[in-house]
C-alpha cells in the first residue's frame, strides 16, 4: 500500500474507486488497486457506464450471446455482469468489514429520477438481478426520491443516495435512511449488512460558488458544504431518538461520501477533495487520477475536526454577499440529472451500434 493512501484509510477514509469497465475487471486492473491502493469499494454512474459501454471490443461476446434483444435489456444485463462481478472480486474485503465496505453501486435509470413508485420497482429489480449481498443501489436525493430511499431500505436493500448537494436535502436523506431502517426492522429484515451511503457531489458546490465569490474578490469555498456536511452527519446520528435503538439491532450509520472528488479549479490541490475532507466514518469515491495523486503527494491526514466554525462563517458570508446557496444546489441538482440522462442517451445509442454490429 502506499503511505498517503494507508494513512487516509488509517485515518477512517474508506476509499472507493469511481469507475468500472469490463476491461477494468478482466485485466487485474482492479485487483491491483485493492492490493496497492486501498480501494475498498466501487461506484458507478451513468457518466461510467457510457464510457465504458462505448468502447468496441470488451462487450461483443456478451452482445452476441445476447443476439437481438431490445437495447434497453441488452444494457441491463452489460451494467448487472460487470457489477455482479466486481462485488465477487469485494466480496473477501465485504465479509471482513462486516458489510461495511466491499460495496459496488448501480444507479436506477436517472430518466426515473422523479418518478418514485417506478425508481423503488427498479431499486428491486436491480438488486435482485445483481444478487451478491455487498451490492448498492443508486438513488437520486431528488423530492421524489426521498421516499423511494425509504421503501427501498425498508426491503433490506443497501442504498448509494446520490446527487446531494445542499445541506437541507442532506439532512432529508438522513431522515429516509432512519426511516427506512426503522421499517427495516418492523419487516423483520437483518439490520446487520443494510449499508448506506449518502453522496455528496463536495467539488461541484465549490466550482459553482467559486464563480459567484471570483466576482467579488472573495476567497474560494474550501469545501464548505462538504465540512458542514459531516458536523450534520455528526449531530443527526448523535440526537435522533431512535437511532440509538436500531444501532442496538445492529444498524450502520449512512455514512458521508464525498463523490465528484476530482479537482475542477486547475488552481487547487488536486488531492483537495481529499485531504481536506478527512475524518472517521468517510467514504471518498475517486476517480483514476485523483486516486493517483494522493497515492504520490496526498497527506491523508485528518482535518474536519476544528472547521465548523470556519465553515459557518464562509456560508454566512455567502448570504452577506447576496449568493443564495439554494438557488446554487437546485440548480446542480437539475443540472446533475439532466448530465447522467444525457450519459444513459449515450449509453443506449452505443450499446444499439454494438448490437449491430455483432448480429450484422
Known amino acids: 500500500m502506499t503511505e498517503a493512501t494507508q494513512r487516509t484509510s488509517d485515518n477512517g477514509v474508506s476509499i472507493w474507486l469511481d469507475d468500472l469497465s469490463r476491461s477494468r475487471i478482466e485485466s487485474g486492473s482492479l485487483q491491483d488497486l485493492i492490493a496497492n491502493k486501498n480501494v475498498v469499494g466501487v461506484t458507478t454512474n451513468p457518466s461510467i457506464f457510457q464510457k465504458a459501454l462505448s468502447q468496441v471490443g470488451p462487450y461483443d461476446a456478451q452482445l452476441k450471446e445476447l443476439g437481438k434483444v431490445d437495447v434497453e435489456t441488452a444494457v441491463r444485463e452489460l451494467t448487472t455482469t460487470d457489477v455482479r462481478n466486481a462485488t465477487d472480486i469485494f466480496r473477501e474485503i465485504a465479509e471482513a468489514t462486516d458489510f461495511v465496505d466491499g460495496r459496488v453501486s448501480i444507479e436506477v435509470d436517472p430518466r426515473l429520477a422523479h418518478d418514485t413508485e417506478n425508481t423503488a420497482k427498479q431499486a428491486v429489480e436491480l438488486w435482485e438481478k445483481v444478487n451478491r449481498p455487498n451490492a448498492m ?9 426521498l421516499p423511494a430511499i425509504t421503501a427501498t431500505l425498508a426491503k433490506g436493500i443497501s442504498v448509494n443516495v446520490t446527487l446531494i448537494f ?3 436535502r ?3 436523506v438522513i431522515d429516509a435512511y432512519i426511516e427506512g431502517i426503522a421499517q427495516a426492522a418492523a ?6 449488512h443494510i449499508g448506506s451511503v449518502a453522496s455528496f457531489f463536495v467539488s461541484r458546490v465549490d466550482s459553482a460558488v467559486d464563480k459567484l465569490l471570483e466576482a467579488n474578490g472573495s476567497d474560494e469555498a474550501k469545501a464548505l458544504e462538504g465540512k458542514a456536511a459531516y458536523e450534520l452527519f455528526e449531530k443527526k446520528f448523535a440526537e435522533d431518538p431512535r ?5 442496538a439491532k445492529g444498524a450502520k450509520v449512512q455514512r458521508p461520501l464525498w463523490a465528484s472528488t476530482g479537482t475542477k479549479n486547475a488552481a487547487y490541490s488536486d488531492c483537495k477533495y481529499v485531504d481536506e475532507l478527512v475524518a472517521k466514518h468517510i467514504v471518498n469515491t475517486m476517480p483514476e487520477k485523483t486516486l493517483n495523486a494522493l497515492a504520490d503527494h496526498g497527506n491523508g491526514a485528518p482535518s474536519i475536526e476544528g ?4 465553515s459557518h462563517a464562509i456560508i454566512n458570508k455567502l448570504a452577506e454577499l447576496g449568493i443564495n446557496l439554494k438557488d446554487v444546489t437546485d440548480k446542480l441538482e437539475a443540472d446533475g440529472v439532466a448530465a447522467f440522462i444525457k450519459s444513459w442517451d449515450s449509453v443506449l445509442a452505443d450499446v444499439q451500434s ?3 454490429r455483432v448480429n450484422a
Open 137 to 145: 443501489i443508486k438513488i437520486p436525493a431528488t423530492l421524489e426520491g
Open 166 to 168: 445542499s445541506l437541507e
Open 170 to 172: 442532506y439532512e432529508q
Open 187 to 192: 419487516n423483520g429484515h437483518d439490520l446487520k
Open 243 to 247: 437511532w440509538a435503538d436500531l444501532a
Open 307 to 310: 472547521t465548523y466554525e470556519e
Open 354 to 356: 454494438g448490437i449491430d
